[in-house]
């Protein structure tokens, strides 16, 4: 049974960071897409970055490029979402994605098969 488990979201100012962990069982995530969604309140889920299973292309949201790094630990299949200089609009509830194995990824929520419960993040002004 495949499970991506998130944490690390929390209340912050704004102007700071915070990392944000996904680890994953049940699938090795070495051959796996990753991505990053988050949904904010009264608004649809949206992307935010993702990382490739192999050659660790990225590709993020332009509300978020040059704030926000993914990256992933095949050794510790755990994929992470380092987020600086931090904004209230980013405030959200944040969700991690897995491809299925070997998969391109993709900027929208139907290109992965699997996810996470989502955790919250909150940046007040």
């Known amino acids: 049974q495949v499970q991506l488990v998130e944490s690390g979201g929390g209340l912050v100012q704004a102007g700071g960071s915070l990392r944000l962990s996904c680890a994953a069982s049940?699938?090795?995530?070495?051959?796996?897409?990753m991505g990053w969604f988050r949904q904010a309140p009264g608004k649809d889920r949206e992307f935010v970055t993702s990382?490739?299973?192999?050659?660790?292309?990225?590709s993020y949201a332009d509300s978020v490029k040059g704030r926000f790094t993914i990256s992933k630990d095949n050794a510790k299949n755990t994929a992470y979402l380092q987020m600086n200089r931090l904004k209230p609009e980013d405030t959200a509830i944040y969700y991690c994605?897995?491809?299925?194995?070997?998969?391109?990824?993709?900027?929208?929520?139907?290109?992965?098969?699997?996810w996470g419960q989502g955790t919250q993040v909150a940046v007040s002004s």
């Open positions: 990382i490739t299973w192999i050659g660790g292309g990225t």
């Open positions: 994605a897995a491809s299925l194995p070997y998969q391109a990824v993709a900027r929208t929520s139907g290109g992965y098969a699997y």
């Open positions: 049940g699938l090795a995530i070495g051959t796996c897409g």
